[in-house]
């Protein structure tokens, strides 16, 4: 296996490469302010070769000046197609944590055949309220309140690796997002951790409802940070899903 940060013309990557042949892929996208490295973990345990997105606030190499979320989809996009077109990629999958799950759901591409997409902690709908948000009692409510502290202070480590500013810039991106819907066609896997403090069960049953190619995985003792928490179990749920999907 390879895997290490790479950067091409105009954004970077993180590819973990474990067959030069295969023509399947995932793109992992990150959530609001999280670091897109907190994903090397699950990415490393996935078997399928996995290309971890920085969104591009968090990616000092482009410049694609993103002023919305829709921004944020158009520029994933692009990024997937040029990724496709390097790596000689056939069959994608896409899977997102959160507000990446969101930006999942929303992505639609022509000429790209998307076969799957993973929603990580999804949301149907968000708005924040940024006077009374705190970044740092944020972090501390996204994990399973008996995860282990050194595991959430690496999770702040890799976040902080950024500055003030972009991720104020991040949560102003998104402040009110509406409903998520979207195509009923594309195969998905919603992963729902069942001590998810962020977004409630409504949320999930808002957005799974009258959805007959939606599949529902809760996985217990995890909180919304589920692909940090529990790399292991998760690329196993996300593996299964996958093998199914190629296998049809």
Known sequence: MQSKYLVSKDFSFYASVKSTTSKNAIFLIHGLAESPLSWKGLSDNLDLNSFILFRSLYDEVNDYNCRSVSDEIRYMEYVIKNICKKYNIDKVIIAGHSLGAYITNKIEMKDVDIVGKVLISPFYKLHLNLERFDIKNGIEKGF??????????????????????IIKQDFLLCQDLSENNNDELIPKLVIRPMDDKTVSKRQITSLIKNNNNIRLCCIEKAGHNVFFERPFQTSQVITSFIDRILLK
């Open 144 to 165: 399973y309140n008996e995860t282990d502290s050194q595991k959430i202070l690496e999770f702040k480590e890799e976040l902080f690796r950024f500055s003030d500013d």
